[in-house]
């Protein structure tokens, strides 16, 4: 196993101080430990509650030819920017597993772009959160998400 990269302090300036310390934690770790997160080099931007910024690079193996970064890929790296905004509206007993997820892809990211991810959370009721992520380039939408996920507790 990989050894988790290590965290730029320069980040702190981004975390809510406010935050729980085990949100901001759970927030790394869904960043930095999750080998599909670390292999398209997701960088955790700003976390405050009920949202959450992610960025990654468009290249290497998350292109496809043609040059652009592939959907599917696009579509699985939604989901960690809403996640990481539902931890911070959640408890630490709670666990959260999508229920349903819209993607709306508008334009392609291009290679040699960095995109930002960034999750919201609509709403949050008891046993279900609504949620959306949305990839930009340089401020230009790209693609959209509407995630609902279902909350468990033990």
């Not at 997701?42 to 040059?67: H, I, K, M, N, Q």
């Not at 599917?72 to 709670?94: K, V």
Request: proline letters at 5%.
């Amino acid at each position: 196993m990989t050894a988790a990269p290590p965290v730029d302090a320069s980040l702190e300036a981004l975390i809510d101080a406010s935050l729980e310390a085990w949100k901001t934690a759970a927030a790394r770790r869904l960043v930095e430990t999750v080998p599909f997160h670390r292999w398209a080099g997701l960088s955790l931007l700003e976390l405050t509650p009920g949202l959450c910024r992610l960025s990654f690079p468009a290249s290497g193996d998350v292109l496809v030819t043609g040059g652009y970064v592939h959907g599917g890929i696009l579509n699985g790296l939604l989901e960690p920017a809403a996640y990481g905004a539902l931890i911070t509206q959640s408890s630490e007993a709670e666990h959260a597993v999508t229920v349903d997820i819209h993607v709306q892809h508008l334009r392609s990211v291009p290679a040699g772009a960095q995109a930002e991810l960034t999750g919201r959370v609509v709403r949050r009721a008891r046993a279900l959160a609504f949620l959306e992520a949305e990839c930009r380039v340089d401020g230009v939408l790209h693609s959209q998400a509407r995630i609902t996920k279902a909350i468990s507790r033990p």
